[in-house]
């Protein structure tokens, strides 16, 4: 008998191998300062769920947006651009809880959805979330380092690099190459169990749905985060430096609101465009099926 095997015919064997593992991933990530305190206890109880309900393309998906996110983000943790960019994000490279359950808890309810309702959109859904999530850190990690001023995707003008709602075009492929290695990643692993129980017997998708799948929905998913940057998110200018900072906060005081809706944070961008890339993966299943 497989591990596989062995997962599918215990669930308490899966939910301590999940805990077991996601606290040993969540503990060197907290230890990295890639994850605050908060940002940890969210990813172990993410991972935990997704290993009891879900197949190694779900779990492992989950790994590689993680893993492949921080990466970038400690790779280039020193460089001055990004740095100064950062300083007007909302919040830095240290995922804390919210962040974590922005990035991964549609997927956590999608996940649980399919090992009792195994349906094909279900699984190209998550994988368009997924790969949002991750074209959209991809683009933020390494489109700070371009060498050209972004342009907004609202006014066509060029901004400050740090502004939400600007993008270059080395983000732009950044975010490309994010959605398309989450495709990439689902497209090996569809050979294995998709989920357990009678939901592991669904047929795995095409590999080349799953790569297009992920690299279209994750571009648009970037995009359209940045267009709700650029238009709804809530945005504050410094009473201190004068710049624009999605931070209620600048300087050591208070910033003045400038546009956008106060519960509009980044967080919620992040998950509106995520679900809207999951839909767009959607329909590619369907269009392929």
């Known amino acids: 008998m497989d591990i596989w095997s062995l997962l599918d015919a215990s669930p308490l064997l899966r939910l301590a191998v999940g805990a077991a593992g996601s606290i040993l991933i969540a503990g060197a990530a907290w230890k990295l300062r890639a994850l605050s305190g908060s940002g940890a206890a969210a990813a172990i109880l993410l991972g935990t769920g997704y290993v009891f309900w879900g197949g190694p393309i779900w779990f492992s998906l989950l790994i590689a947006f993680f893993v492949s996110s921080t990466l970038w983000s400690k790779w280039k943790k020193h460089h001055r651009a990004k740095a100064q960019a950062e300083s007007n994000y909302a919040k830095g490279s240290q995922r804390d809880a919210l962040q974590v359950f922005a990035n991964g808890g549609a997927g956590l309810l999608l996940c649980a959805a399919y090992s009792v309702w195994p349906e094909p959109w279900l699984l190209y859904t998550f994988i368009g979330v997924m790969a949002s999530v991750n074209a959209d850190t991809w683009a933020t990690e390494i489109g700070a380092l371009s060498r050209s001023e972004p342009i907004s995707v609202r006014t066509l003008r060029r901004v400050p690099a740090g502004t939400s709602g600007g993008v270059t ?14 495709g990439a990643a689902a497209a090996l692993l569809a050979e294995l169990p998709l989920a357990w129980g009678a939901a592991a017997a669904q047929p795995a998708p095409p590999g080349a749905a799953l790569l ?18 650029a238009t709804v998110q809530a945005m504050y200018r410094c009473r201190v430096c004068g710049s624009d900072t999605e931070r209620a906060e600048h300087c050591g005081r208070a910033a003045e609101p ?26 590619i299943g369907a269009g392929w099926a």
């Open 212 to 229: 297009i799948a992920g690299a279209a929905a994750g571009l648009a998913g970037a995009l359209a985060d940045s267009w709700l940057g």
């Open 169 to 182: 075009p080395l983000g732009t492929l950044a975010a490309l190459l994010g959605g398309a290695f989450i």
């Open 258 to 283: 400038v546009r956008g809706f106060a519960w509009m944070t980044n967080d919620a961008v992040n998950l509106l465009s995520s679900l809207l890339a999951g839909i767009i993966a959607a329909a």
